[in-house]
């Protein structure tokens, strides 16, 4: 595993969160169906990877030297 790519490109992680967060809401007397829980880590990456596509642009438009 040599790539690297952004913490919020990994759908390892958004599964955690989403797997914690159906936990504590299970707690609660909510419950998140598997299927729901699949949908939702994927939604949450593709969030992360536009954010991150955002972040690239604005920092390139603030930027104060030029790409060489």
Do not use: C, H, Y
Request: no cysteine; charged share 20%.
């Amino acid at each position: 595993m040599t790539d690297m790519k952004p913490w919020w490109q990994s759908k390892t992680l958004w599964g955690a969160v989403v797997t914690i967060v159906s936990a504590v809401l299970g707690l609660t007397g909510l419950d998140i169906a598997e299927a729901d829980r699949e949908a939702l880590t994927g939604l949450l990456t593709s969030l992360g990877a536009g954010l991150g596509g955002v972040i690239a642009i604005m920092g390139r438009i603030r930027a104060r030297n030029r790409i060489g």
